[in-house]
């Protein structure tokens, strides 16, 4: 196969932004940097009749490092056209370590963990919440929140705003204790937040699950039904469903979904959960 498409080219002419592709393996029908390293989508919304799609992207090498924001538009989700890579060098004081992921709020904002080197912290980096607007530009008093002390430099990812009992929320991937963790910041206004009162705990993998997450999402299912959508390191994703109670506080419908956390969250098969939805959980294949 290698040497056939090496004989013949790429499969296609052109790719969904209608550019040559650079090379036989560059992706023709999936959304991908021009070149160099991404990762994470972040900040995908539908807005004024334009899809936007951002992710992580170094701009510079094919290497993880230097962590900006590509951008893509598109009006139909087939056609794109790629927009400034933003929230990229040269970088503030709290965000060394680069712009890491986020999601766009239902205004003009855009909210990311910024991440930066702190010999003070025990993982040698802290991570706090920033704000940027949709151009890239800023916020003038970032970082609006700090991490919490016991995460141990592993507290990023906000989520995009869910409501609950009247309030605005945000989730985060965390790690407490060595074990995966979610908590949970509340929106007072457009660029104040704070922690929930008491550390509350949103979620917590069991003691023999993954060390952190990535990148949570709460999904409202309507009904007080909700979906809690998780990344473990070096594993697939993972939705668990359930209701949030005062707190507020994550309770799944069955404890069945601990099945998947077994060894670190890396097991190759999904867990047999022999339940018909609402009650269980499912991979992200």
Known sequence: LRRR?????PLVERNVFGEEPLDEWQPAYHLSSRRNWLNDPNGCEFRKGTYRVSFQHNPSSARWGDISWGVAVSKDLV????????????RPSYETLGAWSGSALDDD????????HSLAALAGKTTDLCLADRSGTRFAENP???APPNTRGDWRDPSGPFRFEGRTYLALGASVDGRGTVLLVERLSKTTFRHVEGGTIFFQAPPDGPRNFECPDVLDFGGNVFGLKLSPPKAKDIIIL???????????FSEEFEEFFEGGGKKAE?????RPWPRGAFQVQ
């Not at 498409?5 to 080219?9: D, H, N, T």
């Open 144 to 146: 609006v929140l700090t």
């Open 79 to 90: 056609r794109w056209t790629r927009e400034k890579t933003i929230l990229t060098s040269p």
């Open 242 to 252: 359930g209701t949030i109670q005062p707190g507020p506080v994550f309770e799944p």
């Open 270 to 274: 999904p867990p047999k959960f022999g």
């Open 5 to 9: 498409r090496k004989q013949e080219g």
């Open 109 to 116: 904002f855009l909210v990311y963990s910024c991440a930066r």
